[in-house]
């Protein structure tokens, strides 16, 4: 039952206060005297009141404020603590207009507050004198003073915490639902239809750790179902950007502790992308250019309250698929890297010293990327092993094995040995792929980046023909501003094996593309964010893409791609390996300049592409728009794949993702920072950034004829297809 005021509550309330504890400030008597909150907020996305234009001492706008003030009254729901500093007041009765918030709050920012003002606590009414201010976007009353203390008067206690369901109308967007909510409590629940669609993680926009919900499902990357530039892709980035909420503290707390979901564990009260938290209550507020729903420090949500569908849940790795014979796998390990000295792993090619691997100051660049901890290294390398065992591949391509060599001291030789001690069948165990000492870098290394493609593979079952090479991708070298700069790209790897019982030879080749988020000609120092939507750097992926279907399109019998490719699966250089069509597309896909292979000069400057090389994206002709390996500023899509050329895919049994990185929290990482207080676990689960993709092949039944269609692109266009996104487990 809602608190209503009346003249005995006044009568009350005015007894209760103290006198003169808030100034000589006595509210109105007369109601017509006093503002509606609703009238305040309005339906717009900022108050009609505030005109006058705000600035900093530095000069910069902030926002408006009211040139006068108001008076206002209502029922104190939440405390503001630390994010934000005041606390919130709801009109219990409303305007009965759902278009307008009957909240607000009241800034008022006093390292005392709560000494100086104890008796403004949830369930106390306040009237108040402010004048009405937009800031950062943010409705919110800022109190007039006098004699250094708020003009306000709480004027009854223990009345009734005004609390809303949050929900989301009709022909309506979560940003809409969020503003005519602004400054209200709320709750969630299962009609609140609310996902999570970012995981506990660093929000790096707003310097906090945070989660954040989209309404419906998790939301998808534009380019993994739409071409770039396209008006379906920028319409759904749209969508998208209005289909956030952003989840909350409003106090500090202990590294990698979650206040409201003290259950948060990595075995039992985990959090998954999809999970709906019914029961979460907390105060919609506009900070920092998002909504964020602000949970107040006496609510709790047990595991109990997540709402999770089973096929959304943590599952096993996939079974073989009925009929095949062969597992290949492909997995990003997240920086593989043992030359710590504290680990004994030898240096990497960029290594100038064992002191520059050691190194971990963040303001200069370690070559050593990965664990700088053997606690740290154990961890990692345990969650990676338990992984891959699990997946029980037989041949396996691994990106981001740390580039120091083929010895007993290198990644590479160090993982394969760690899984091998745990195989108890001798037929399960590894060797892994090494290249001749003429295709090394010094003689020891793959190429130059402190990272490389590996791959490992079962001598029972796989037999190498002939020796590893590598498929050299393009750099670029140009000049910029007097300044001569190059930018790389990691090379493929490539080995033709036999297989056990099959006449047919296979070969695999293993890649990682550049980075969407580093620097290159197209995108000068990688800190402008193209307006395609394809991230950083596309055209020099292109470029690699180019290279690496000229030389994989002349390597004969059947050929299977995988690896990290950068690229979400409408993305250009994904379209170039697969299913482009220059003469139809009215998107032209153009590649890199300033190209070199080597010493050779490759492109001078970039020009358009005039045809595709035809492999099929394996993953998304099994699973279409259920393919999903990774997540990114709360959009799921794809980066890792399995590409195979006709000759390959009529052998192809069965295709998955294994999600236990992607819809994870990346708290539990080995190496995640701000994560002090989380134990972590030894399970497969969080023991990278990308999912691991699993191909079962029948390798000795009658290939029949080869498959021809291009199977490129993501196929799925409904966004509520997405759900469930985990891969059902045959059986």
């Known amino acids: 039952m809602k608190g209503t005021r009346t003249l005995l509550s ?27 909150i609703p009238t305040i907020q309005g339906t717009g996305s900022g108050s009609q009141f505030a005109t006058d234009t705000v600035t900093d001492k530095n000069g910069n706008i902030t926002g408006k404020i ?12 939440t405390l503001g603590q630390s994010l934000t500093r005041g606390f919130y007041l709801t009109d219990p009765v409303g305007d009965g207009n759902p278009a307008t918030s009957d909240g607000i709050f009241v800034f008022l920012s006093d390292k005392d507050f709560a000494t100086k003002y104890a008796d403004i606590k949830p369930g106390a009414e306040v009237c108040l004198e402010a004048r009405v201010e937009e800031y950062y976007g943010g409705t919110q009353l800022k109190p007039t003073f006098e004699a250094n203390k708020a003009r306000l008067q709480v004027t009854a206690q223990g009345l009734t915490v005004p609390t809303s369901i949050l929900q989301v109308n009709e022909e309506e967007t979560l940003t809409q639902a969020l503003n005519r909510h602004e400054g209200m409590r709320v709750r969630l629940d299962s009609s609140s239809d609310l996902h999570l669609t970012r995981n506990f993680s660093f929000d790096y926009k707003a310097s906090r750790t945070n989660l954040e919900l989209s309404h419906k499902a998790p939301l998808i990357k534009p380019t993994q179902l739409h071409v770039a530039s396209s008006p379906e892709a920028v319409a759904l980035a749209a969508k998208n950007g209005s289909n956030r909420l952003v989840v909350e503290s409003d106090f500090k707390v202990q590294n990698g502790a979650l206040p409201w979901f003290p259950a948060l564990d990595a075995d039992q009260g985990y959090l998954r992308i999809g999970d709906q938290l019914d029961g979460l ?10 909504f964020r729903l602000v949970v107040p420090s006496d609510v709790t949500l047990s595991a109990g309250s997540l709402l999770r569908t089973p096929e959304d849940d943590r599952q096993p790795a996939p079974a073989r698929a009925s009929g095949s014979d062969l597992r290949i796998g492909s997995f990003n390990v997240l920086n593989y890297s043992p030359s710590h000295s504290s680990i004994g792993g030898a240096l990497n090619v960029l290594c100038k010293d064992q002191a520059d691997a050691d190194n971990t100051d963040p303001k200069v660049n370690s070559c050593n990327r990965g664990a700088k901890t053997l606690t740290g290294f154990d961890k990692q390398r345990t969650k990676i092993v338990n992984a891959i065992t699990e997946m029980d591949a037989d041949l396996l391509g691994l990106m981001e094995m740390e580039n120091n060599g083929f010895g007993d001291n290198s990644a590479i030789n160090n993982l394969v040995t760690r899984l091998n001690e745990q195989q108890k069948d001798a037929s399960k165990h590894y060797a892994y792929v090494r290249l001749p000492v003429t295709a090394l870098t010094d003689g020891k290394f793959f190429g130059g980046d402190a990272i490389m493609v590996a791959m490992i ?10 020796d590893a090479s590598v498929i050299k991708l393009p750099e670029q070298r140009y000049t910029t ?13 490539v080995q033709t094996f036999t297989v056990a019982g099959s006449k047919d030879p296979l070969t695999l080749v293993v890649n990682h593309l550049k980075s969407k988020g580093s620097g290159c000609y197209e995108n000068g120092d990688g800190k402008t964010e193209p307006a395609d939507l394809q991230g950083k750097c596309t055209e020099f992926r292109v470029t690699a893409a180019k290279v690496l279907g000229e030389a994989v399109s002349k390597l004969p019998g059947q050929v299977l791609l995988v690896g990290d490719f950068n690229s979400y699966a409408k993305e250009d250089p994904i379209r170039v390996l697969t299913d482009y069509n220059p003469a139809t597309s009215e998107r032209k896909i153009v590649s890199a300049s300033h190209t ?24 998304v002709k099994f699973n279409k728009e259920k393919a999903i390996s990774y997540s990114y500023d709360s959009e799921l899509g794809t980066l890792d794949y399995a590409l195979a050329n006709p000759a390959l895919t009529s052998k192809v049994a069965g295709v998955a993702d294994w999600h236990i990185n992607a819809f994870e929290s990346n708290q539990f990482e080995y190496a995640a920072k701000f994560t002090d207080a989380l134990v972590k676990s030894d399970n497969p689960f969080s023991a990278s950034d990308h999912d691991p993709i699993i191909v079962d092949l029948n390798m000795k039944g009658d290939a029949g004829k080869p498959d021809t269609s291009s199977g490129g692109g993501a196929l799925g266009l ?3 297809a997405l759900l469930p996104l985990a891969w059902r487990r045959r059986r």
């Open 457 to 466: 593979y079962r001598p029972a079952l796989l037999t190498p023909s002939g």
């Open 481 to 493: 501003g007097g300044v001569a700069k190059t930018a790389g790209q990691r090379d493929s790897l």
């Open 281 to 290: 209550e907390g105060v919609v507020i506009y900070n920092k250019d998002a």
């Open 718 to 720: 409904g966004l509520l």
């Open 66 to 77: 009211s040139p006068g003030t108001f008076m206002v009254r209502g029922v104190v729901t």
């Open 596 to 619: 070199f292979i080597g010493e050779q000069s490759y492109e001078q400057l970039g020009r358009e592409v005039t045809r595709s090389y035809g492999l099929i994206d394996l993953n």
């Open 10 to 36: 006044l009568a009350v309330g005015l007894a209760l206060a103290a006198p003169g504890a808030h100034a000589a400030f006595v509210c109105p008597s007369d109601p017509a005297q006093l503002t509606p």
